[in-house]
């Protein structure tokens, strides 16, 4: 059985003569969670970009979730999750109205969202929020419940800008757990940060520099290859940010 | 020793929010002292009250020997601030930023270069360039010049690495330490744990309360317990299992491990039975260090 939830081979992108992504080739499994850091400028957000469906290669072949990505992007974004730190709910609408717009715009039908939502709801201990605005929640249930919308359609893949950047380390931790249990059930994250540490809860890692991918493997193993304690050790040996 | 900062019982509320909590602490001259708390902990309205920004509701700040309400405009004069948002002019270029700030402290780029050349120069090929047009290092380079180019005797920086990259936040902690020779305080902010090492004393800050303030070391050796770093692939299956087995005090997700307290700070084979039962047979365990984050999710 091919469990390979994303294939890129050889995919080069352009922007005039500036080569944002540079060759890349390397594949992600299913279940897997999967780390992809880089300076900034580095070409990351483009390689994003492109994964998800908003944007085409130049040239090269990119399989996300058994869908080519030159040629549907539209059916990519069917299949994917996305969630960043930045932004990811509606302030000035309640838990379960958010619910509902996202369940909405994927096409849930309403039988379907109202029951995932009962039992989002039991599970994150929630039920006394869901008519609450997300305005009114704290930092830390907010990411937990972001997360939890970014999957409610059960995608493939689901895609994570700096999840946990800036909360407090015992949020943090219940939700590296949430990312655990859903990488167990069988959904792909894919998760780039500029936190060094969150890098360290990764199955893989891979470490781009200017457009190229310059180190792809496990956190220990690249640790033992550059001889370094930590992720960040490692990053810094290898990774030459673009400007200065 | 003279104290750049002292604080005694500062509280400040937002509606029902108590955003500080009757926060008392001294910074001694020349010393980086690191505030270290997650978002929402109170870190920026206590920067903001320690620059004259906004006033306590309780309590008394001393700066530099000043009240910080009575003196205000002559402590203003003293005290370099970077806050957290970029707040530069972005349609400046990077030199009439830096131009800009010195002629509104009444003095010139000239006058003070030696202070900042160390981390102008890696800018200075860009002075041209509209200060909107930077990447994130750059940025913070500039920031960092237009709140040094007055020669404050303390600088504030509201969590100047957030958004960084590992390489420039590694190079800013070396220009941190680096202001230290021209004898300026620096009371500095960050959501990374990893960073308080580079600071000689912390305070680490949760929900407005300050939970503990020591040189970074002191703080991990305050951690109570033997702490025991377990590892298996299968991490979900490795945690839960771990909480059902009877010894065991706290077990979380630490890197690509599980960080575990138990009830007899000591391993016995039981516990690989125990993990073995659960299907678990690539167990490793080893005793470690406990880092600051070890210690504040002791404290919390």
Redesign the interface.
């Known amino acids: 059985m091919d469990n390979r939830v994303i294939i890129v081979k050889n995919l080069i992108k352009k922007f005039g003569t500036f080569v944002a992504n540079d060759n890349l080739s390397f594949e992600v499994f299913k279940g897997e969670i999967f780390g992809f850091l880089g300076a900034n400028g580095a070409g990351k957000t483009t390689a994003i970009r492109i994964l998800s469906g908003l944007s085409s290669p130049t040239s090269g072949e990119v399989i996300v979730a058994g869908v080519n990505a030159s040629k549907k992007p539209e059916e990519i974004k069917k299949q994917i999750g996305y969630m960043s730190q930045k932004f990811s709910l509606y302030e000035d609408l309640t838990v379960k109205e958010n619910i509902m717009l996202y369940g909405g715009i994927y096409g849930m039908k309403k039988s379907l969202i109202k029951e995932r939502t009962d039992n989002l709801l039991e599970k994150l201990n929630f039920q006394e929020y869901g008519n609450k605005l997300i305005a009114d929640l704290p930092l830390g249930l907010r990411q937990k419940l972001a997360f939890s919308i970014a999957i409610f359609h059960e995608p493939k893949i689901v895609f994570l800008d700096e999840p946990t950047g800036g909360v407090d380390p015992i949020t943090r931790r219940q939700f590296w757990e949430m990312i655990y249990e859903t990488a167990e059930r069988g959904i792909t994250v894919f998760v780039t940060t500029h936190y060094m540490d969150e890098a360290e809860y990764c199955d893989r890692i891979s470490i781009m520099s200017e457009g190229r991918i310059v180190a792809l493997d496990t956190p220990a193993n690249l640790k033992k290859l550059y001889s370094a304690d930590t992720v960040e050790e490692v990053f810094i040996k290898i990774a030459r940010p673009v400007n200065n | 020793m003279i104290k750049v900062v002292e604080s005694s019982g500062i509280s400040k509320t937002f509606g029902t929010t108590n955003a500080l909590d009757n926060i008392s602490f001294s910074v001694n001259e020349s010393e980086i002292f690191g505030f270290i708390?997650?978002?929402?902990?109170g870190k920026t309205t206590l920067f903001r009250i320690i620059t004259t920004l906004l006033l306590p509701d309780k309590g008394k700040m001393t700066v530099l020997g000043m009240d910080s309400i009575a003196d205000y405009k002559e402590l203003r004069k003293n005290i370099g601030y970077m806050p957290g948002r970029f707040s530069l002019y972005q349609d400046l270029t990077v030199e009439e930023n830096l131009n800009f700030y010195a002629t509104v402290f009444g003095t010139t780029v000239k006058e003070n270069y030696d202070l900042i050349s160390d981390i102008y120069s890696?800018?200075e090929p860009f002075k041209k360039r509209l200060a909107g047009k930077?990447?994130?290092?750059?940025k913070q380079?500039l920031a960092l010049s237009c709140a040094l180019i007055h020669k404050p005797r303390l600088l504030i920086l509201d969590e100047p690495t957030?958004?960084?990259?590992?390489?420039?936040r590694?190079e800013f902690w070396i220009m941190l330490a680096k202001l230290r020779q021209h004898n300026i305080t620096i009371i500095v902010s960050t959501?990374?744990?990893?960073e308080a090492m580079r600071c000689d004393r912390v305070a680490l800050i949760?929900n407005g309360l300050i939970l503990s303030v020591a040189p970074p070391q002191k703080i991990r050796d305050g951690f109570s317990r033997k702490l025991f770093m377990v590892k298996a692939r299968?991490?979900?299956?490795l945690?839960t299992a771990l909480r059902k087995y009877p010894d065991t005090m706290k077990a979380?997700?630490?890197?690509?491990s599980v960080h575990v307290t138990f009830a007899g700070d000591r391993i016995t084979e039981s516990l690989f039975r125990f993990l073995s039962e659960a299907g678990l047979n690539d167990v490793t365990v080893k005793e470690t260090e406990a880092s600051i984050?070890d210690r504040?999710?002791e404290l919390?």
């Not at chain 2, 708390?37 to 902990?41: I, L, S, V």
């Not at chain 2, 930077?134 to 750059?138: H, Q």
């Not at chain 2, 959501?191 to 990893?194: C, V």
């Not at chain 2, 979380?252 to 690509?256: A, Q």
């Open positions: 708390g997650p978002d929402g902990a890696h800018i930077l990447s994130g290092g750059m380079k957030t958004g960084v990259d590992a390489v420039s590694s959501p990374y744990m990893d949760q299968e991490k979900h299956k945690i979380y997700p630490f890197g690509d984050e504040f999710l919390m």
